[in-house]
Every structure is written in C-alpha cells, then in structure tokens.
C-alpha cells in the first residue's frame, strides 16, 4: 500500500442499551467499514449491553474518508437484523496526532469535539494524551433504530516505511 499513513486502532469497547431484536434480547457485533475496508466484532450473546472489548484496526489511506459503523443482530437461521449505525470524521483525532506532542501529563485534553447534527456523538469528545500518545474516546448514538449507543477508543499506530501524516 505505497500511500499508506498509518494505522487507526478502534478499540470497541461496549454497547449501551442496544435494541432488541431477538424474543428478549440481542446477539449483537458491530462492522466497522472506511472505504473498501470492512472488519467486525465478535458476537456478544443474548445480551443488549455487551462488552466487547475488541481491537479493529485500519490502514489509512485517504483520512478524509469517514468511518462508518453498524451494529448488527447474529441470526442463526435468517439474515442478521440491522441495529443501528453511526459515522464519525477521524479529521479532528489526525490533526491532534500530527501535532507530534511530547512529554505531556497523562490525561492532557488537547482538543474537545461537541455532538451536533453532522456528527454522531451522544456526548463531548475528548482527544487526549494517555500513556504517551494520543487517543480519542468517544460515544456514538446509533441512527436509524430506537435505541442504543457505541463506546469507542482511537489510537494512531505509525508504520515504519509509510508516508506519514505530514
């Protein structure tokens, strides 16, 4: 991948109140897709609140591309039931990291990211310094479904021999 710039790990940690759409509950996973790049969560059974805990990581072409990721129901014997989706910009979290920060105190705020109408986020975002890099936490409401929201944790992985983020 000659125009590769890195790394985006997506650290899904959990679902909160997501929908059912089994008798009583949820067999849920999430895919996570940003251009012709499609990974997904493991299945977390019977259960509207899972913790998944999962690392996804995805290389970086072109980060003007957004995110994109929904939140499915596994069905043995139909097809899986959609439960929500989201998008978010990764522009914001790329220029924090192309600051090239150093040297600051854990849990350093470097910038903040507020919900509106052109993005997802259910609440402030923080792109912050922790354990020496940058990372951004984040909770997505699910569109298109009743309920539900997607906690994530971004982290910029550089790789050796790519062409950076300059």
Request: charged share 30%; proline share 4%.
């Amino acid at each position: 991948m000659e125009n590769l710039m890195g790394l985006l790990r997506i650290h899904v940690k959990r679902g909160v109140n997501l929908a059912v759409r089994d008798v009583v509950s949820s067999d849920p996973y999430v895919v996570v897709r940003m251009g012709k790049q499609k990974l997904k969560t493991r299945v977390i059974k019977k259960n509207i609140n899972p913790e998944w805990e999962d690392d996804l990581t995805l290389s970086i072409v072109d980060p003007s591309l957004p995110v994109t990721l929904a939140v499915y129901d596994r069905d043995t014997f139909s097809l899986d039931d959609k439960m929500g989706d989201a998008e978010f910009d990764i522009g914001p979290f790329i220029e924090a990291v192309k600051m090239h920060l150093q040297g600051l105190p854990n849990g350093t705020i470097i910038t903040k990211i507020q919900p509106s109408r052109q993005n997802c986020l259910s609440e402030e975002s923080c792109i912050k310094w922790s354990d020496g890099k940058v990372v951004q936490d984040m909770f997505l409401r699910l569109r298109n479904v009743e309920s539900g929201e997607i906690e994530l944790q971004l982290q910029w992985i550089d790789v050796s021999g790519s062409r950076g983020l300059e």
